[in-house]
């Protein structure tokens, strides 16, 4: 990290110096916090704030540096510990072209991606990764990120094997035709990075998505299937996820319902809410979300 600051610093310097391109920056952000009232207690959250920059730097006329800072800012909890204030999200340095980008960092991996849209609870506590293995954003990865072809698209990932875990794999390939999206993904001993090692799990995993979306309307469907490799004799579980959201004005009202024995046996997640864009930036939402226990919360979203 300190290296690639100091890399930034001295491009930022040098292009000021030199005729020649520059190095292009954009600092971003989003705010999410809410308060929830459950049945056994209350509380206020911060649903995966964050703060970041970004840009590129052109080496010619079809090539180019890209790359990313962001870190997750938890505003309700984080307190003055960095190790809890602060968290990595996807964060890179790569090189892009004609035929994709090439990068290296941490970054989340195709399989969890592919889900596009379908999670309409997406950082609430109705998130998909309630019933599904495999919302892993790794660290130490090699990723690629194809351009589109005729609406399709490829995404691959790698990350090395260490001292405790095999080499793990990542590839999906996306259709847009018109108002469908379909996508499919699949992860191979792909580990996600708990601080202890004994509690990381290490998952064979396909996911297929699809979604529609033709004027107010948006509908979607997520299914899974996963095997735990780091336990013996482990099951092949299956989850599904549908959704469906309309929008009329700055009003949109989203609901879903997933049913899944991968987290859990029997588990489920019930979701619906109401979110309205006051301005492009501003948006302000009240969920109901259910699994074992009902929890309704109130909150904002501020972008910029």
């Not at 580990?191 to 990381?200: F, L």
Request: aromatic residues 14%.
């Amino acid at each position: 990290m300190k290296s690639f600051l100091l890399f930034v610093f001295l491009f930022s310097f040098s292009s000021q110096g030199l005729a020649g391109p520059k190095l292009d920056w954009d600092i971003y952000g989003k705010v999410n916090l809410s308060y929830a009232w459950r049945d056994m207690n209350d509380d206020a959250r911060d649903n995966a704030s964050r703060i970041g920059v970004k840009g590129s730097l052109a080496l010619s006329d079809s090539v180019s540096v890209v790359y990313q800072l962001e870190q997750g800012v938890d505003l309700a909890h984080g307190g003055t510990e960095l190790n809890t204030l602060l968290s990595t999200r996807n964060s890179y340095l790569g090189i892009k072209g004609g035929y994709g980008t090439l990068f290296f960092g941490s970054y989340d991996t195709p399989l969890k991606a592919v889900q596009g849209k379908v999670d309409r609870f997406s950082d609430q506590q109705g998130d998909l990764k309630t019933l599904f293995v495999g919302e892993v954003r790794v660290r130490d990865a090699i990723g690629y990120h194809s351009p589109n072809w005729e609406g399709w698209e490829l995404a691959a990932m790698y990350v090395p094997k260490d001292a405790f875990f095999d080499a793990s794999q990542s590839i999906s390939v996306v259709y847009e035709l018109e108002v469908w999206t379909f996508g499919v993904a699949v992860d191979h001993d792909m580990r996600k990075n708990d601080r202890s090692v004994a509690r990381t799990e290490v998952y064979d995993s396909v996911r297929g998505s699809v979604e529609y979306g033709s004027g107010p309307w948006r509908f979607g469907l997520s299914a899974q299937q996963s095997e735990q490799q780091n336990v013996i004799n482990a099951d092949k579980n299956r989850g599904y996820l549908v959704s469906l959201g309309y929008t009329q004005g700055k009003t949109t009202f989203s609901a879903q319902r997933g049913l899944s024995d991968i987290v859990q046996q029997n588990g489920s997640s019930t979701s619906v809410g109401l979110a309205h864009k006051w301005q492009a930036n501003f948006t302000t939402y009240v969920n109901y979300w259910r699994e074992t226990d009902g929890e309704l919360s109130l909150g904002f979203e501020l972008k910029f």
